[in-house]
């Protein structure tokens, strides 16, 4: 069976930090991984997804994530953090092939900004 | 264009009640999911529709939860005898495909059993 792996819970940065939020999978198969962000009240953003070709991804909001298939990681990355960027970030697994089309959640990253 | 909508978007009910809470998917989006979402977790799993028929509800927990698509578009779900443990945020998504597509959220509706 599929699980997402995010060991950070918390995380806070200083506003213009740069910023690492960490993601493991394990999934049989070519996996489609994708990273949401959830403010409070809001439902999930999709930021960005990787389903081959570039292990480099570009997302919304100056998000890049980077696929490392030989890590089972995929990790998201954002230069320079803005104040708005604190949020709940999700990173998710789903097939690529066969199966049912669910998406698989990791727990959770909270980051907190301090300005 | 309109995103996916949810209503209520807050229910409160006593144990053992049934509830429905109702998924409104982005027009033309033919896949439609439900999550559900417990306090400091992430969204599971619970069912995926492809246009009027259940294409997986291997994540339903038992057989208190129900889930209807009649009509190829707005999706009800239904929990019967309700308990404490079925508190939760239960989002909805859908998709214009069912496959590799981004699954697009609802804001949620927030259950609460007392």
């Known amino acids: 069976a599929q699980s997402v792996t995010q060991p950070d819970i918390h995380i806070t940065v200083s506003e213009g930090a740069s910023l690492e939020l960490r993601c493991n999978y394990s999934y049989g198969a070519t996996p489609y991984l994708f990273w949401y962000v959830q403010s409070p009240g809001q439902g999930l953003q999709l930021l960005l997804k990787?389903?081959?070709?570039?292990?480099l991804v570009q997302g919304i909001k100056g998000f890049e994530a980077e696929f490392k298939r030989s890590q089972s990681s995929f990790n998201l990355r954002k230069p320079s953090v803005h104040w708005s960027d604190a949020a709940e970030y999700f990173c998710a697994v789903g097939p690529f092939t066969g199966g049912g089309n669910k998406l698989t959640f990791g727990t959770g990253t909270q980051l907190k900004v301090e300005l | 264009g309109a995103g996916v909508s949810q209503t209520p978007s807050n229910k409160v009910t006593e144990k053992g009640k049934y509830v429905e809470l109702r998924c409104d998917p982005i027009s033309g989006h033919t896949a439609l999911y439900w999550y559900r979402q417990s306090l400091g977790q992430g969204p599971e799993f619970l069912i995926y529709?492809?246009?009027?028929?259940?294409?997986?509800d291997s994540g339903l927990p038992n057989d208190r939860f129900f889930a209807v698509r009649p009509e190829g578009s707005v999706s009800t779900l239904k929990i019967q005898r309700t308990e404490r443990g079925d508190s939760a945020v239960y989002l909805c998504?859908?998709?214009?495909?069912?496959?590799?597509?981004?699954?697009?959220f609802g804001p949620g509706t927030r259950l609460t059993v007392l």
């Open positions: 529709f492809q246009g009027t028929g259940a294409a997986d």
């Open positions: 990787y389903f081959s070709g570039d292990t």
């Open positions: 998504a859908s998709s214009l495909l069912p496959r590799g597509n981004e699954q697009f």
